[in-house]
T-cell receptor, first 115, second 108 residues
Framework: DAGVIQSPRHEVTEMGQEVTLRCKPI?????LFWYRQTMMRGLELLIY????????DSGMPEDRFSAKMPNASFSTLKIQPSEPRDSAVYFC?????????????FGQGTRLTVV | GIQVEQSPPDLILQEGANSTLRCNFS?????LQWFHQNPWGQLINLFY???GTKQNGRLSATTVATERYSLLYISSSQTTDSGVYFC??????????FGPGTRLSVLP
């Protein structure tokens, strides 16, 4: 398996623009997580899905952020409109929840810069 | 929510030295994992260890769930071990909470 795949790897956008980050989890995994990493706040969980259903989105900063998982092999995180303070590295991770070895595997991340 | 602390925050070692990293958590957990973030930013899963002891080469980890801590041991450290080590826990909600990390620098 190729692991968790995220795209794009880097994104530079202007304030006010819409940004869409994409994630393909490991085949067969049933849980998917979106994290944001900044120097100030470390790794923060934004939202996680189980069997394509959002379970906990309490970490989503505000209404400008939304996430979807239309099927087991694809998820998006959208920011609209983007702001400079959204600049961070966004990670997607997946795992096989409910099993004894529910290890989480991370994608390479998307480095977002909002200018 | 559950709180996760890691110590020390920073650690500098000479190549070949051994080290112990600690993770304390504030509540019972059913899932604890250790990750290494390399200097290129990639997060690598090292161990799934909610309890007991595991070893993988020069790395080993022990979790004492009843006392709410986990230890990561690195023996004969190499420069490629440099990076940030994170502990992440889940207390039955499947929403991993990460600690602040320990930044390790191994000098040649």
């Amino acid at each position: 398996d190729a692991g968790v795949i995220q795209s794009p790897r880097h994104e530079v956008t202007e304030m006010g623009q819409e940004v869409t980050l994409r994630c393909k989890p490991i085949s067969g995994h049933n849980s998917l997580f979106w994290y944001r990493q900044t120097m100030m706040r470390g790794l923060e969980l934004l939202i996680y899905f189980n069997n394509n259903v959002p379970i906990d989105d309490s970490g989503m900063p505000e209404d400008r952020f939304s996430a979807k998982m239309p099927n087991a092999s694809f998820s998006t995180l959208k920011i609209q409109p983007s702001e400079p303070r959204d600049s961070a590295v966004y990670f997607c991770a997946s795992s096989l929840a409910g099993t004894q070895g529910a290890r989480a595997f991370f994608g390479q991340g998307t480095r977002l810069t909002v200018v | 929510g559950i709180q996760v602390e890691q110590s020390p925050p920073d650690l500098i070692l000479q190549e070949g030295a051994n080290s112990t990293l600690r993770c304390n958590f504030s509540d019972s957990v059913n899932n604890l994992q250790w990750f290494h973030q390399n200097p290129w930013g990639q997060l690598i899963n090292l161990f799934y260890i909610p309890s007991g002891t595991k070893q993988n080469g020069r790395l080993s980890a022990t979790t004492v769930a009843t006392e709410r801590y986990s230890l990561l041991y690195i023996s004969s450290s190499q420069t490629t071990d440099s990076g940030v080590y994170f502990c992440a826990v889940d207390n039955y909600g499947q929403n991993f909470v990460f600690g602040p990390g320990t930044r390790l620098s191994v000098l040649p």
